[in-house]
């Protein structure tokens, strides 16, 4: 079966532009920001500690971090960035905003691989600010990062137009290749053009 340059040419650029969507996905997740002005970074002290949230049972394992898409359950990740926290007692809490309801609270613990997740329920859309609090030698210092829920306002997400697309033109493909009239059609036109 025969197809038209125009027609592979038209595939191969909705390829290209498919998979330029989908990196550009990965690299918006947290805001396109680069490793010095990441906002999913909080420092502690001096130490550095990097959020992020996942929803994996709505996007997979696509990254947030100020804002979180979908109420419902979300995993909250914090890697620290360096090993002195390894040794040293840190504690979370999660507060709903602004009237600082307590959603979430990790008691001070050593999390010594360098990294401690929670899932959370988020039942409302709001403001949320988690609380990580540096205890060492007597002293206490505590840093916040700010985020939201349920910021999606029924938008699809990216990975879904992604999908729906590709769905649309594997259905295109099939109906080109199994209609002599469709294909008829199709390649007059781009002959004229």
Known sequence: MRISNGFKNGLMSLSLLVAMTLLSAQVWAHGGASVDTDQCRIFVGPHLVHFTAYQPQLTGTTE??????ETG???????????????????????????????YYQAPTIHSTGTFNTTI???????????????????????????KVGTAKGSLSTSTIVAILAVLLAIA?????????????VDGLLKKK
């Open 121 to 147: 329920n988020f039942t409302e859309a709001s403001k949320y600010l988690a609380h990580v609090t540096l205890l060492n030698e007597g002293q206490r210092v505590d840093a916040h990062v700010a985020f």
């Open 173 to 185: 493909y099939i109906a080109y290749l199994s209609s002599p009239q469709l294909k008829g059609l």
């Open 73 to 103: 359950p979300a995993t909250l990740v914090f890697d620290y960035e360096g090993k002195a926290l390894r040794n040293m007692t840190v504690e979370l809490e999660i507060t709903k905003e602004p009237e600082g309801t307590r959603m």
């Open 64 to 69: 947030y971090c100020g804002e979180i898409p």
